[in-house]
C-alpha cells in the first residue's frame, strides 16, 4: 500500500476564518493528523497560537494542493481587487501587493527563530511600502478598509502600523523616514509576545499569560536591538507603546514628555485596534464605541493633545 505524501503550505497562505476547499493535516510526533475538513475554517484564536508555537506550516495531501493553489490565488485576488478597485484605487494596486508581501514576512518572524534576513526584507519592503503610499495618496475613507477585523497577532500588528501612519500624518509627522520607524515600531510592537513559552497560550493557562504580558514590550525590544535593520526610534516605540501619560503604564512607568512622541501614537492606535476588534455591531460602529472609550484616556493613558487630534482624524475615516 502506498504511503499518503503530503505537502507544506505557510500559515499566511491559509489565513484565519477561510472556508477551506480540502483537509489541512497537522505533522505532530511523526505522524500527519487530520485537522480541519473542506468547508471548515481555521479560527483566528487558533491561528494566533499556530503563530505562538512556531507551527507556520500546515500540511494536505499531495493531490489537493492544485485545489489549494488555486484557492490561495483566488483569495489573494479577491483581496486585492477588492481593496484596490473599491476601497483604495485600481491605481494602487502595487501598494496592496506590498502590505500582503509585509504581511507574509511577520508571519515567518512571529513563527520562527528571529533571523536579520527576515527582518532586513520587512525594512527593505516597508520602505518601499511608504514610498510607494508617498506617491499615490491614499484617500481618508481607504483607511479604515485597509484593515481588518480579524484578531489574530500579525493583522492587530498590520492594522496598528496603518493606523499609525495615518494618524501620524494628521498629527504632522509626514516625513518618509519618520513614517519608515513608525510602521517598524508598530509592526514589531508586539513581538517579544511570540517569545513567550508557547505553553503559555494553551487553554488554561491565560491567568499565567496575562501576568507575563507585562514583560513583552521589554523582551520585544531586547531581542531586536541586535538588529541593524531597525534604529533607536524602531525600538523606542517597541518598548514605549504601553506606557501612559500618567506614569500607570509599563515597563518603566514613563510618563508625559519622558515618551517619545510616536510612542504615544502607536499607543492610541492600539488601544483602538483591540478596541475595535474585540467590539460588537459592524466595523462604524465598533469605530465609533472606540473612539468614546479613547476620549476617557485623556491624561491618565493619553497625551490629551495628540488624543484630541487622533479622535479628531479618526472622524475622519469613520
Not at 65 to 74: N, P
Not at 175 to 190: T, Y
Not at 288 to 299: F, K, T, V
Request: aromatic share 8%; net charge negative; with cysteine.
Amino acid at each position: 500500500m502506498a504511503t499518503q505524501a503530503f505537502t507544506s503550505i505557510h500559515l499566511e497562505e491559509i489565513g484565519p476564518d477561510l472556508e477551506l476547499p480540502g483537509s489541512l493535516y497537522l505533522f505532530i510526533s511523526g505522524k500527519f493528523i487530520e485537522y480541519k475538513m473542506q468547508g471548515d475554517v481555521v479560527p483566528a484564536s487558533k491561528y494566533d497560537q499556530f503563530i505562538m508555537r512556531k507551527m507556520k506550516y500546515l500540511f494536505v495531501k499531495e493531490d489537493e494542493v492544485a485545489i489549494f493553489r488555486k484557492w490561495i490565488g483566488d483569495s489573494r485576488n479577491n483581496e486585492l481587487e477588492l481593496l484596490a478597485t473599491i476601497t483604495v484605487g485600481d491605481d494602487q494596486k502595487k501598494l496592496v501587493k506590498l502590505k500582503q508581501n509585509i504581511k507574509r514576512f511577520m508571519v515567518d518572524i512571529f513563527s520562527s527563530e528571529m533571523q536579520e534576513e527576515k527582518i532586513s526584507n520587512v525594512a527593505m519592503s516597508t520602505r518601499s511600502f511608504i514610498q510607494e503610499m508617498s506617491s499615490n495618496v491614499v484617500p481618508d475613507m481607504a483607511w479604515s478598509n485597509l484593515s481588518s477585523l480579524s484578531k489574530n497577532i500579525v493583522d492587530h500588528s498590520m492594522n496598528v502600523a496603518l493606523m499609525s501612519i495615518f494618524l501620524a500624518d494628521q498629527v504632522g509627522f509626514g516625513q518618509q523616514k519618520i513614517r519608515e520607524n513608525l510602521f517598524l515600531g508598530s509592526i514589531f510592537h508586539d513581538y517579544g509576545k511570540s517569545l513567550f513559552d508557547h505553553s503559555l497560550y494553551e487553554a488554561g493557562n491565560e491567568d499565567a499569560l496575562k501576568k507575563e504580558m507585562i514583560k513583552h514590550p521589554e523582551m520585544g525590544k531586547n531581542a531586536l536591538s541586535s538588529s541593524p535593520s531597525l534604529n533607536q526610534e524602531v525600538l523606542r516605540i517597541i518598548e514605549e507603546h504601553h506606557e501612559n501619560y500618567d506614569g500607570s503604564g509599563y515597563p518603566a512607568g514613563k510618563k508625559k514628555s519622558m515618551i517619545y512622541d510616536l510612542s504615544k501614537i502607536v499607543s492610541v492606535a492600539n488601544e483602538f485596534d483591540h478596541l475595535v476588534q474585540n467590539g460588537h455591531g459592524s466595523h462604524k460602529e465598533r469605530a465609533h464605541d472606540a473612539m468614546d472609550e479613547l476620549s476617557r484616556g485623556a491624561g491618565n493613558k493619553f497625551d490629551p493633545d495628540k488624543l484630541q487630534k487622533c479622535l479628531k482624524a479618526l472622524k475622519l475615516i469613520f
